[in-house]
Each structure stands twice: as structure tokens, then as C-alpha cells.
């Protein structure tokens, strides 16, 4: 495929890409899944749900956005508390 072949993905208006069973999302996640450096990039304030967040710690390659959906949510979501931990 020729993601093998970049080094660094860049998207830009990453919000966009928030909900993971969306086809831009799931293609998403399949090249970032061969690009080692990822970068995401919106002006857009992302934090409607922190599901929508787990998402796009996904697509970047941070550990927290490694955990199953429903551990992350368990984890982080429901309470000020929670998402207090994500900072």
C-alpha cells in the first residue's frame, strides 16, 4: 500500500474524524495504522463526548486511545472526575 511508504501523516480538521464507525475514520485508522509519526490538527473544539476524544487519541498513536472503547469509557467518561485524569 503505499501508506508504507510516508513517514509522518498530518490531518488537519481532525474533528471531522471523531466518530469511529464513519468510513473517513475507518480509513483513517487503516493508514495511520502503517505511518509511525501522526500528527492531528483542528481548530474545533473536540470534546463532546469523550468518546469522540478516544477516537482521536486513536488515530494519533497515544497508549490511552490503545484501550478498548469500553475500558476507556469506564475509565474516563461520566464525571468531571474521570476527565479529570485525560489531562
Not at 26 to 36: E, H, L, S, T, W
Request: aromatic content about 8%; hydrophobic content about 40%.
Amino acid at each position: 500500500a503505499i501508506a508504507d511508504q510516508f513517514a509522518v501523516m498530518i490531518i488537519d480538521e481532525a474533528h471531522r474524524l471523531k466518530e469511529p464507525t464513519a468510513a473517513w475514520t475507518r480509513n483513517g485508522f487503516d493508514i495511520a495504522a502503517k505511518v509511525p509519526n501522526r500528527y492531528l490538527l483542528t481548530g474545533t473544539p473536540v470534546l463532546n463526548r469523550e468518546s469522540e476524544l478516544h477516537t482521536l487519541l486513536r488515530l494519533s498513536g497515544h497508549p490511552i486511545g490503545q484501550l478498548p472503547l469500553k475500558d476507556f469509557c469506564e475509565r474516563f467518561a461520566g464525571s468531571s472526575e474521570f476527565r479529570q485524569g485525560l489531562r
